[in-house]
């Protein structure tokens, strides 16, 4: 009820709690303790979705989540080919979601983010994961152009 009533385009309060939610499963605090959720994160954005379904919102949280994975592995290091999938499938996601919407305001509110991320990891991270967001900024790009 919260994420529907409470939220205002303006003001992102109402995401609080779901990012909450995907920055703990995905960059614990203590991960020496607690292991990284990734099932969990997507969870977050799914009731988020049921919830409110604001596409903006939606999308706010699918970034949130990708960066947050980036967060966890430019301060821990690299981690499995598992992990980079669940990115990569995000960001895949965010890219065809906004295909889909064919909404230029969106496109040009989130290519900066999602840009932004990639610079984040580029020649910092392995297992091919920046050449997969490079190659779905591409498809971004070339399908606004």
Not at 31 to 54: C, H, M, T, Y
Not at 78 to 83: L, N, P
Not at 90 to 109: A, C, G, N, Y
């Amino acid at each position: 009820m919260h994420a529907r009533f409470l939220s205002n385009e303006k003001r992102q309060e109402h995401l609080a709690p779901y990012m909450a939610r995907i920055q703990g499963a995905l960059c614990p605090k203590q991960p020496w303790k607690q292991d990284v959720k990734l099932a969990e994160g997507r969870k977050a954005i799914s009731d988020f979705k049921k919830a409110n379904g604001n596409i903006h919102d939606v999308l706010t949280l699918m970034t949130y989540y990708v960066r947050c994975g980036n967060d966890f592995t430019l301060e821990f290091g690299d981690i499995d080919e598992g992990f980079y999938d669940s990115l990569c499938s995000m960001f895949s996601s965010i890219v065809h979601t906004l295909r889909k919407q064919k909404d230029r305001e969106l496109f040009e509110e989130f290519l900066p983010l999602l840009e932004k991320e990639f610079a984040r990891v580029d020649n910092q991270i392995g297992w091919g994961y920046p050449d997969e967001l490079s190659d779905h900024l591409a498809d971004l790009k070339g399908a606004f152009e």
